[in-house]
């Protein structure tokens, strides 16, 4: 087995990670799924944080626009992350893999309150630390909360799992068939294309911070484990370009 590049990573799983094919909440088999993966590169001995989105089940923007109050609408979103999470959880705890679910807002009857060194404690350990709740504020995307904790946790990459695509394109491959796709970006070419890649706030933080970003595709089979032994799928954002 090659050895993982990595040692600690956070992977960002969006709310579509967890639909699969159906069209809202979520599907077992494909978590379940995601799981058998986790486990693969936590049995190379890498340490594992996920933060999750909640698009499956409820966007806070979208509710907004339809007349929910902003900050309320968010609230409701941050709840539903704890949903993914406890699901998440479980289908991991089914492969035997000890696993802790942490949320930024209150909810200590389904999980620990976020702790930064009980979250890195949690990892150097072993544990697969689940984060729910985004940042705890409202007007925060789950990535910028994924950028957020990355820094925090003092994770060596951002791991940015799309849904049926298996990069950063020039513009949406399932609806352009020109789009070209993007092996190599620095962040600020990223902000300056205004490319789709997660939020400015988010990019941002990675930028000032020099985290490094890989967006790739997980539903491809062990798409997880060839990222974090350094292989050449999806698209790197760094602060420089790499020589080819």
Not at 195 to 224: G, Q
Request: with cysteine; hydrophobic share 45%; aromatic share 4%.
């Amino acid at each position: 087995m090659t050895a993982p590049k990595y040692r600690r990573v956070m992977l960002k799983l969006s709310g579509e990670a967890f639909k699969g094919t159906t069209a809202y909440g979520i599907d077992a088999p494909t978590v379940a799924r995601v799981a058998k993966q986790v486990k693969q590169v936590v049995g190379m001995g890498v340490e594992v944080a996920v933060v999750v989105g909640a698009g499956n089940i409820w966007r806070g923007a979208t509710a907004a626009e339809a007349g929910i109050d902003r900050v309320t609408a968010d609230y409701a979103g941050m709840l539903a992350t704890v949903i993914n999470a406890l699901s998440l959880q479980d289908a991991l705890e089914k492969e035997n893999v000890v696993t802790r679910t942490q949320s930024a807002i209150v909810i200590e009857q389904v999980a620990e309150p976020y702790l930064r060194r009980r979250a890195i404690r949690h990892l150097e350990k072993g544990r697969v630390v689940i984060l729910a709740g985004g940042t705890g504020n409202p007007y925060m995307s789950t990535d910028t909360a994924a950028a957020l904790r990355a820094i925090e946790v003092e994770a060596d990459v951002l791991l940015m799992s799309k849904h049926n695509v298996d990069g950063v394109y020039s513009a949406d491959p399932r609806r352009d068939p020109t789009a070209r796709k993007f092996d190599h970006l620095t962040y600020l070419e990223t902000l300056n294309m205004q490319l789709e890649v997660m939020d400015s706030t988010a990019l941002s933080l990675c930028l000032e911070n020099k985290l490094p970003i890989i967006v790739f595709d997980l539903e491809a089979e062990r798409n997880l484990e060839r990222v974090i032994t350094g292989e050449a799928i999806g698209t790197l954002i760094t602060s420089e370009r790499q020589n080819d």
